[in-house]
């Protein structure tokens, strides 16, 4: 089985500040790791991704995420924080060598960006 | 702009009325899936269509839920005898070759 945590409900930043949004995952194989964006009243949108490579992996607005392995972690990072960042983010995995093309969320991380 | 897109975005239905959502994909994109997302949850996985075969089905999926994608290209959800249980937004997204998949707007349904 496959799982996502998000271990912070919300997260609290100061504009111009770095920003860190946690998320650790399971699975049985080599995992594909996704991050996702809402805004309020609309669908899911697609920041970044991790499949294979470089653990460092570079998205959509300036975002990146750290894979790490030993740590089964896959953290949202940007370095300096805008106002307009503030949204509700997701993280997702799916197992590669489950033959399975299911996503499975966590429970969603909301971000505030203090002016 | 052809992104995923939803009709209806919203419906409000009374219990035991049967529902349908109709969900079109991007264009050149193969797969397509169809997840529920409840107030402060993630999105959870219902089901997927890779061309017109129905290849997943999550233990969610009732039978009082169907869904279908005859040609290949759009798909349909329905619910059947709808239980105030079932409201929630429903998200449909598509994917190529590409891993990830993307989203529409969703169809918030309200179940009174």
């Known amino acids: 089985a496959q799982s996502v945590a998000q271990p912070e409900d919300q997260v609290n930043v100061a504009e111009g500040n770095p920003l860190t949004v946690k998320c650790t995952y399971s699975?049985?194989?080599?995992?594909?790791l996704f991050w996702y964006v809402q805004y309020p009243n609309r669908g899911l949108q697609f920041l970044l991704k991790?499949?294979?490579?470089?653990?460092l992996v570079k998205g959509s607005y300036g975002f990146e995420a750290e894979f790490n392995k030993s740590q089964t972690s896959f953290h949202l990072k940007k370095p300096s924080a805008l106002v307009s960042d503030s949204a509700l983010y997701f993280c997702?995995?799916?197992?590669?060598?489950?033959?399975?093309?299911?996503?499975?969320f966590g429970k969603g991380t909301k971000l505030s960006v203090i002016p | 702009d052809t992104g995923v897109s939803q009709d209806p975005r919203h419906k409000i239905t009374k219990r035991g009325q049967n529902v349908t959502f109709r969900c079109d994909p991007i264009?050149?994109?193969?797969?397509l899936y169809w997840y529920r997302q409840t107030l402060g949850q993630g999105p959870e996985f219902l089901t997927y269509?890779?061309?017109?075969?129905?290849?997943?089905k999550s233990r969610l999926l009732s039978d009082r839920f169907s869904a279908e994608r005859p040609k290949g290209s759009f798909s349909t959800l329905e619910i059947q005898r709808t239980e105030q249980g079932d409201s929630a937004m429903y998200l449909c997204?598509?994917?190529?070759?590409?891993?990830?998949?993307?989203f529409g707007p969703g169809t918030r349904l309200t179940v009174l």
């Open positions: 997204a598509s994917s190529a070759k590409s891993h990830e998949q993307f």
């Open positions: 699975v049985s194989g080599n995992p594909y």
């Open positions: 264009s050149e994109h193969n797969r």
């Open positions: 991790y499949i294979t490579g470089d653990n």
């Open positions: 997702a995995v799916r197992d590669s060598g489950a033959g399975s093309y299911q996503l499975t």
């Open positions: 269509f890779q061309n017109e075969a129905q290849l997943e």
